[in-house]
């Protein structure tokens, strides 16, 4: 379960060899979310609302960055951060 970024307090990770659609998971709290990497939507899950404009608000200008995180993850490799 690589975690590719922590913005205040949310945890962004993908987990190796995980299902389609390509995603990546969201936690805060006792809140967890599977977010779809071409919409942004939520595929599963739940987060609040103020914590999923974040994490939409970063993911909007890494997609590319996520993408090949998500393949990186399937090859069962360590994608590394994400800033």
Known sequence: MPVVAIIDGIKIWFYNDDHP????HAEYAEHE??????TLKIIVGFLPRAQYQKVVAWAETRKPALRIAWITAQSDINPGKIP
């Open 33 to 38: 979310a599977l977010i779809d990497l071409d």
């Open 21 to 24: 659609p390509p995603h990546f």
